[in-house]
C-alpha cells in the first residue's frame, strides 16, 4: 500500500476514535443532563452521530486491511495493473489520453489519476498494448486503444 494513503487513513482512523471515546460520549452526557430523551434532540443526534462514526470507523479499518494485503509482485508487468502509466488514444472524442490507476483514495480525473474500481479503470485491467476497449461511463460509451504502457514494476526501475 502507498505510505501516503496509509498514513491518511490512519489519520482518519485516530481522528474517529478520538470523537468515539471523547467528544461523543461527553455529548451524549450532556444531552442526558437536559432531561427527558424522548424529546430531546440534542440526545437523538449524538446517538446518531456515534453510529455513523462507529460504521464509518468499520468500513475505514476494511479498508486498511483490505490495501495492506495489495502484494505488488502479483501484479503483472506486460499487462495494465495497479500504478500503470497507460496513454490510450479515445477514438470517440478523437485525442490522445494518459491515466494512472491508483487507489481510490488518490482518485483525481483532472490530473489523470482514475481508480482501479472506475469504469474506465475496470475496462483497462489486463489489457495490453494494441488492446481497444469500449467503457460504459456515465457520459456514454467510449472506446479506448492502448497505445504505451507503463507498469508499476517499469517505474520502479
Known amino acids: 500500500m502507498p505510505e501516503h494513503i496509509k498514513k491518511k487513513l490512519e489519520e482518519q482512523i ?3 476514535e478520538y ?4 467528544e461523543l460520549p461527553a455529548e451524549i ?7 427527558d430523551l424522548s424529546e430531546n434532540a440534542e440526545y437523538h443526534s449524538a446517538k ?3 453510529e455513523f462514526v462507529n460504521a464509518h470507523l468499520g468500513q475505514l479499518k476494511k479498508r486498511m486491511a483490505e490495501l495492506s494485503l495489495v502484494n505488488l509482485a502479483n501484479i503483472p508487468h506486460d499487462r495494465i495493473g495497479f500504478g500503470s502509466t497507460i496513454v490510450v488514444f479515445d477514438t ?18 483532472t ?10 479503470g475496470r475496462s483497462l485491467v489486463g489489457k495490453q498494448v ?3 476497449v ?24
Open 19 to 22: 470523537e468515539l471515546t471523547n
Open 48 to 50: 446518531q452521530r456515534q
Open 92 to 109: 470517440t472524442k478523437n485525442e490522445e489520453l494518459t491515466y494512472k490507476l491508483v487507489t481510490s483514495e488518490e482518485s483525481d480525473v
Open 134 to 157: 469500449t467503457v460504459v461511463t456515465p457520459n456514454g460509451k467510449r472506446e479506448l486503444e492502448v497505445l504505451k504502457l507503463t507498469t508499476i514494476h517499469d517505474a520502479a526501475e
Open 111 to 120: 490530473q489523470g489519476l482514475i481508480s482501479t474500481t472506475s469504469p474506465i
Open 14 to 16: 485516530k481522528q474517529l
Open 130 to 132: 494494441g488492446d481497444t
Open 29 to 35: 452526557k450532556r444531552a442526558v443532563a437536559l432531561g
